[in-house]
C-alpha cells in the first residue's frame, strides 16, 4: 500500500472508530440512517474517492476507494460508501452530469428491472421498475441505465419523484423497490451513456466493491473469533487450544486473505476500467471465503454469536447479504466460465498467471 | 500478514517468455503432461534445463549457481508445473536439499554438492519419515553411532519419494540419546543411497505405481564429511527445511493440467452448466492463490520470513488440488478407466487416484494447521 493509500485508510478507519461502532450499526437497523458517520464521512470527501476531482470528486483510484471499503467493511458501516461515488458517481461523472451533494445509489443489474426513456430534450420520461436498489430511501439520486431507440442514457432520478416500496437485505440494509411512472426528468438529468458505461460496467463495480466491503468485514471476522477464543475458557483452558477449534482459526484467516489478495489485484488492476476477469475472481473467491469462514466463525463462537447483542452476527449478515449482491459467485464463475472456454485452452494458464499488472 | 499482490518487472516477463519458448521447444508434440512434482524423472529434460541457467537458481555463483532471486526460481518453477514438465529429477534437490546445504553445509560440502545440483546431475530424496514416526517428527529411531572417521547409521525410512532414482537422500537420525529434550540430539546426515548397507525396496502406490520407497540402513558408514550441518541441529534445520517446500506452486499446481486437457477436449462442443460453472471457479482460484504463492517469493526476496504466509499457502493450495479434483470429475461426467480415454480422463483418473497424498506430503493440513494456530496470536 503505497503511503497515501495508508493515509487514507488511517483516516477512515479513525471515523469510523469514533462513529460506526458495533451500537450504531445496530441502532441504524431500526433508525435507518447513522446522520453522524455519514455527515463525517462526506466531510472528509470519502464517498466521491475515485470520481475525479474536475467533475466535483475526491480524486484518487479505483483501489484508493476499495482500500477504503475493505475498512467500511470491517465496521459493518451502514452506509452506501461503495454507491455514492464508485458507482453512481462515476456514471454521472462519465456522462457529464452533476454530482449529488448527498449519498447516491444505482439501480442496475437486477433481472427484473425495467427502465425506458421516452421523449426528447425538455420532454423526458422514465418509465420501469428497480428492484433491490440500495439505499435508495437515503439517496440524493437513483442513477440508472435507461434505453431508447436502441441508444444507452445515463439518468438521474430524485427519489422524491418516485415510488418506493422498502426492502432489506439480511442485514438490514435498504434494498428498495423504486417504480417510476412515466416521471418528468430536466434535461440535467439525462445524458448519452458515453462508450464503456453500461449496465454491465456498474454490474462489475458493483461487484469489485461488494468484494471489496466482504474482504474488509471477513478480516473483522477473523479477529474476533481469535479474540474470543482466546477469551473464552472451557475444560480449563481457552477454546483456542483445542486443535478442533485452530483449524476453525486457520481456515477463517486463510479465507480472509485470500478474499483480500483478489480484491487488491482486482483494484490495482481497474485503472481505465474494471477487468471482467479479474472481478469475477475476485467476487467468486470473496464469497466463496464469505461462505467458509461465516460457517466456521459462528461454529467456533457458540450460541453467543447467534445473538443480537454479539458484533458477529452484524459481519455475517452482511457477508450473506453481500456475496448475493451484484452477482452470486455461481453467477460469475458461468460468466466467466464462458469467457475462459472462449478464449481456449492455450490462453488459459498465460491469464491465470497474469496477477497484478498495474501499480496504480 | 503480509501477503501483497505484485507485478512481474519487465526482466521477469522476459525470463518468463524466454522459458515458455524453451518448453515449446523441447517438449514434444505427443508429450503427456504430468501431475505436479509426480511428473517424469528426466535426467537429460533435467541437464537440458540446467544448461540454461534454470536449476540452482538460488544457489550463488560461486557454487556453480545463478544468484537468482526467489521470485525468478518462482516464474520458471510455475512454467514447469503448468506445462506438466518432467522435473522429477533434480526437484527436491532445487528446491529443497540446495537451499539446506548452502545455509548449513560445510564449505566443502557446498563445493562438493552445489555445482552438480544446479548442473542437474545431482539428485536427492528426503528421509524423514518413518514407520513409527510421521507427523511426529521429533520421534525418529533411526540413529547413527559414531565411530571412527564417522558414523554408523541403522534404521528405516519410507514413503521415500524416489529413493531408486536419485543419488543421495538426506536423513534425519538420532546422534545421541533422547534424554528430555525430544528435539535435541537430532542430525541430518547426507546418505549414498548405492552405499554398502542401503536396502531399497518398492512401497507400491495404491494404483501399483512405484513412487515410495522403504529404505533400510543397515550399518551404513557415513563419513563425517556427511554430516549436513552441525551435529544436534537436525531439528532446527528440518523444521525451517519444511518452511521452503511450503507455499511454492508445486503445492496448487497440481491438477492444472487435469483442468487445462479438459478445457482442451471440450473445445469443440458446447459446455454444460456444470463444466462452465467449473471452468470459471476454477481460473479464479488458480489466479488468486498464484497471487498469494507469488507474494511469498517476493516476501523471500525481501529477506522477511514468511513462515505463516507459506504456510496459509501449502494449505490452501493443497486442499484445493483436492477440492479441484472433485469438481472435475462432476464436470467429466463419465466412468474413468486409468489406461484408456482421452487425455483429460487419463489425467483425471491419475488425480483421483494420487490426490490424497496432496494434503499429507510435506506435513499434513491437520499438523499444519496446528502449527499455523499459534502464529495467529490473539
Redesign the interface.
Known sequence: ?NDERRMLVDAATSIFEDLCSPETVRAAEQSGWPGPLWSALAEAGFPWVSVPEQHGGSGGSVADACALLRVAGAFAAPVPLAETGLLAGWALSSAGLELPSGPATVGVGNRDDTLGLTGSPGSWRLSGQLHRVPWARESERIVAIAQQHGQAYVVSVKPDDTRIEPGRNLAGEPRDTVRLDGVATSDDAVAPAPDGVSTDALVLRGALARAALMSGALSRVSAIT??YT?ERQQFGRPI?RF?AV??H???I??QT??A???V??AA?NAVRACDF??V???K??AG?AANIASASSHQAHGAIGMTKEYELGQLSRRLWSWRDEFGR??D??????????EA??DA??P???T?????A | ?E?????LTAAEEEL?SEVREFLAEELPPDFRPGLGMAAGHNPGFSRKLAARGWVGMAIPPQYGGHGRTAVDRFIVT?ELL?AGAPLGAHFVADRQTGPALLHYGTEEQRQRFLPAISAGECWFSLGMSEPDSGSDLASVRTAATKVDGGWLINGTKIWTSGAHLNHYFAVLCRTSPNEGDRHAGLSQLIVDLSAPGVKISPIPYLDGSHHFNEVLLQDVFVPDDMVLGEVGSGWRQVTSELAYERSGPDRYLST?NV???M??E??DQP?D?T???????L??????????S??VARLIDARRAPAM?AA?VK??GTVFEQESIGLLRAAADRELDPGRGSLFARLLAEAILTGPSFTLRGGTT?VL??V??KG???
Not at chain 1, 460469475?332 to 472456454?341: E, F, T
Not at chain 2, 501477503?3 to 507485478?7: D, G, N
Open positions: 500500500m481469535i479474540r482466546n483456542a486443535q485452530q483449524q482459526l486457520v481456515k484467516a486463510e486473505e485470500a483480500i489478495m483478489a487488491t489485484a490495482g476477469f479479474d469475477a475472481a475476485a467468486i473467491v466463496e459467485a455461481e460469475w464463475s458461468r460468466l466467466l466460465g464462458r469467457q475462459v472456454a481456449g485452452s488459459l494458464w491469464r491465470i498467471s496477477g497484478l499488472f498495474s501499480n | 500478514m501477503f501483497a499482490p505484485t507485478t518468463r510455475e503448468a492444472f483442468y487445462r486437457e478445457l482442451r471440450l473445445a459446455l452448466d463444466q462452465t460453472r467449473t471452468v470459471g471457479y481460473a479464479a482460484r488458480f489466479w488468486t492463490i498464484r497471487q498469494l507469488l507474494s504466509e496459509f494449505d490452501m491437520e494447521r496446528s499455523a494456530a495467529l496470536g490473539r
